[in-house]
């Protein structure tokens, strides 16, 4: 388990405040926003792992605020132009490129190993399928940082200051090179030296079969950057329950919700929320209550009919306040009607039909 400690009103995924707690101090990084952002990336996804902390459960299929964990991962890394999943396909939010290490359960190397083979990009995003808080922002500031330097890769670090290799962004030719070495050393150790020579041409077929992460990492020029959020990974059953918490937080749940809701919807829009919100409020106060809901549906609907993006729900949305507007200035400009006196207009046509 990485630890989590929450950090101030801190949005889930988000980048950390500038006061939570800092990682290593010697691998200083370039903050969002500079530096260059790479032209594009692929993402390579572990997600077949044995979950023995919580009794061998389909750990990447576990739901966080309504969503499999797996899914939480790919809306993240959505900007990839391959995303590249290790482990047993599945049904997933999106599409993706499958994959699986020779034999099943060989470990991350392994699994790693046989990811890369699917990507083409210098730069890569390499994550575990347990990150519930893992999102675009962060994935952005990894790959920033990874523009702007010269490391071979740049990782979180957690809450304690450790380092978190599966939530990082590589350059792909590193991991290449430190991949093929690891197997040409497993390869001379066990064939003898006299052999060693036959081994060289490994990489697309490596055996890393159970070799930690470590002898990756340890070869690599790392750059880190602290987030105890964004790092947090889930490994036991509290770690479950501390992440479907954490998501009801008043500082988090609206952004949780919508954002289930959206992936369960299949909708790719990012509209201005406060508008929604502030037209449900005039609706409910002009109109009457139940108006609040079934006004924002109405304005979805136009926007979708007009095929528009963020700017046609925000048309329709002014729209629809401006009537509730002229509605309640209606009802408050009106004169009640004196008592024992009809509440019609002066001018009204009586009603003449026989049975009147």
Excluded at 234 to 255: Q, S, Y
Excluded at 298 to 314: F, I, K, M, S
């Amino acid at each position: 388990m990485t630890a989590y400690e929450p950090v101030g009103d801190q949005r889930a995924g988000s980048d950390p405040a500038p006061d939570s707690e800092a990682g290593p101090g010697p691998d200083p990084a370039p903050g969002p926003g500079t530096g260059p952002r790479p032209a594009g990336y692929d993402a390579v996804v572990l997600a077949g792992g044995a979950a023995r902390r919580l009794g061998g459960a389909d750990k990447p299929g576990l739901r966080v605020g309504g969503r499999a964990l797996l899914d939480r991962v790919l809306a993240a890394c959505a900007g990839a132009r391959t995303t590249v999943v290790v482990a047993e396909p599945r049904p997933t939010a999106r599409p993706v490129t499958w994959a699986r290490e020779d034999p099943p359960g060989g470990g991350p190397l392994a699994a790693l190993a046989a990811g890369l083979r699917h990507t083409t990009a210098e730069h890569v995003l390499v994550v575990s399928a347990d990150l519930p808080f893992l999102a675009g922002p962060t994935v952005g500031r990894l790959l920033s940082a990874l523009a702007a330097g010269d490391a071979d890769g740049v990782l979180l670090t957690d809450a304690d200051g450790r380092d978190q290799p599966l939530v990082a962004a590589y350059r792909a030719s590193a991991l290449r090179r430190e991949l093929a070495a690891l197997a040409r050393d497993r390869a001379g150790r066990s064939a003898g030296a006299a052999d060693a020579a036959d081994a060289t041409d490994t990489a697309d077929t490596p055996d890393l079969t159970g070799l930690p992460l470590r002898r990756l990492t340890g070869a690599l020029r790392l750059t880190r950057l602290p987030d105890a959020v964004a790092s947090f990974d889930c490994d036991t059953w509290d770690d479950i329950a501390t992440a479907r918490a954490r998501i009801r937080e008043h500082g988090h749940v609206l952004d949780e919700w919508i954002s289930a809701a959206k992936d369960e919807l299949g909708i790719d829009l990012d509209v201005d929320i406060k508008v929604l919100l502030d037209l449900a409020r005039d609706a409910a106060h002009g109109v009457a209550r139940p108006a609040a809901p079934l006004t924002t549906f109405l304005v979805g609907y136009a926007a979708g009919r007009a095929q528009g993006g963020p700017e046609a729900v925000a048309e329709a949305a002014r729209k629809a306040a401006a009537l509730a507007l002229r509605w309640a200035e209606e009802a408050a400009a009106e004169p009640a009607p004196a008592p024992g006196k009809p509440d019609v207009a002066p001018d009204a046509t009586p009603d003449t039909r026989p049975d009147a």
